[in-house]
């Protein structure tokens, strides 16, 4: 009886069903590449409007040994972020959420603010409907302690097939200083 059941869960998992409560995020920890300071992490693609100042770091982690370090570019208007995509259907529902920290050596200053955000498209990749967090602002982000930015229980707009999930940095009107630090992520679908 043991040996059917875990063959029935193998089955279950090789054939990309998915549990309630699991973490969708892949490399959700920042943990791959191993000792990849500096690097963009395994599985996230990065997007910038200028420079590419992002890349995993062990000066702190939340959990493991790294995180992703994201630092304001220090001109005005620009922005950046990393972002996983996955297949989305109608009635299903998500939450996005990640923890954040100032960097205590480099604070996060200036007009810097970001936040998560999910963009909802279409078959033809026609963007439907985005999805935003509250934002985060750089005077008001913790160097002591974790916070977590969080989008919770959106239902998918009517036609999206595929969800972009984003964490973004904005340097804002006057530009940003300094940098944060951003672990541990979760994407669930409930
Ligand atoms: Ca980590």
């Not at 009886?1 to 959700?28: D, H, Q, Y």
């Not at 967090?133 to 097939?161: C, F, M, N, T």
């Not at 530009?175 to 679908?189: A, C, H, L």
């Amino acid at each position: 009886m043991k040996r059917i059941f875990i063959a029935f869960v193998i089955t279950a998992c090789s054939c990309g069903l998915v549990l309630a409560g699991e973490n969708l995020a892949t490399n959700p920890s920042f943990e791959e590449p191993e000792n990849g300071v500096g690097q963009i992490p395994d599985t996230w693609s990065f997007f910038t409007s200028k420079m590419n100042t992002m890349g995993l770091s062990d000066e702190a982690a939340r959990t493991g040994v790294q995180s992703l370090k994201m630092t304001a570019q220090k001109a005005p208007d620009q922005y950046q972020g990393v972002h996983i995509i996955l297949p989305v259907a109608e009635s299903e529902t998500y939450s996005f959420s990640a923890h954040l920290i100032s960097n205590r050596d480099d604070r996060i200053g200036g007009t810097a603010h970001g936040m998560l955000v999910i963009e909802w498209k279409l078959d033809d990749g026609t963007e439907v409907s985005r999805t935003i967090s509250d934002i985060w602002e750089a005077r008001s982000l913790s160097r002591l302690r974790w916070e977590q930015i969080a989008i919770k229980k959106i239902d998918v707009p009517p036609g999206a097939v595929e969800a972009i999930f984003g964490i973004h940095i904005s340097d804002g009107p006057k530009g940003g200083k300094g940098s944060i630090f951003v672990d541990d992520v979760v994407i669930e679908r409930h």
